[in-house]
């Protein structure tokens, strides 16, 4: 069992679709973390958060919105997406500078 | 850039045998060093963290040890099991603070076989 839970587990939506990706853990940790996980390649950072805070954007498209609404809360809105965005999204969470925690991620597939 | 490389890419082994995965980077400037375990479809989870200061680290059957200025990394797993198969990420936190995004490499898939 992890400590950080996601859902939904997997989604499916359409290009035109608007959905959301939700991440919570209640650890008291500061800082938060999406990543994004192709097949068989590593997980790439996608945004972290500390305090609530949006410190780092690694360059990603408009149409992936992160929100972090209080320090247990992490939510990733998507909207317009396309195939190639199907992946396995990973959020995590740290304390500060110590190991990160992952959830088992969500499962999305773009039709 | 911080590169981290994995090889090999896969290895399969029989059950009991002792094995090291190897991890190296390029920049020895680093923060920690973390190795994570990853099942199938699922999320990755922390085994073993060396901060930079620190050698080695051990947690059960498990053995990591850092020698930074050499950018090497290595996972000792002794007396293998078949629940052990999955895939290894070794991953380094650069040294501009907390906030400093993990490199992973890209993992080496480990079949013990029974």
């Known amino acids: 069992d992890t400590e950080v839970t996601q859902t939904p587990k997997h989604l499916v939506m359409g290009m035109t679709n608007k959905k959301s990706l939700k991440c919570e853990q209640h650890?008291?940790?500061?800082?938060m973390y999406w990543y994004k996980q192709k097949a068989k390649k590593p997980p790439e950072l996608m945004f972290v958060y500390s305090y609530e805070k949006l410190s780092i954007n690694e360059s990603v498209p408009s149409r992936f919105s992160p929100e972090c609404p209080n320090s247990s809360l992490l939510n990733l809105h998507l909207h317009a997406l396309q195939p190639e965005d199907s992946a396995l999204y990973l959020c995590a969470s740290s304390p500060w500078g110590s190991p990160l925690h992952f959830g088992n991620g969500t499962r999305l597939t773009v039709t | 850039k911080q590169e981290v490389t994995q090889i090999p890419a896969a290895l399969s082994v029989p059950e009991g045998e002792n094995l090291v995965l190897n991890c190296s980077f390029t920049?020895?400037?680093?923060?920690?060093l973390q190795w994570f375990r990853q099942d199938p479809g699922k999320g990755l989870t922390s085994l073993l963290l060396?901060?930079?200061?620190?050698r080695e680290q051990t947690s059960g059957r498990l053995n990591a040890s850092l020698d930074k200025s050499s950018g090497r990394s290595t996972l000792y797993i002794a007396a293998s099991q078949p629940g052990d198969s999955a895939t290894y990420l070794c991953?380094?936190?650069?040294?501009?603070?907390?906030?400093?995004?993990?490199?992973f490499g890209k993992g080496i898939t480990l079949s013990v076989r029974p």
């Open positions: 920049d020895s400037a680093i923060y920690n």
């Open positions: 650890m008291g940790h500061r800082a």
């Open positions: 060396i901060q930079s200061s620190q």
């Open positions: 991953a380094v936190q650069g040294v501009t603070g907390a906030n400093s995004k993990l490199t």
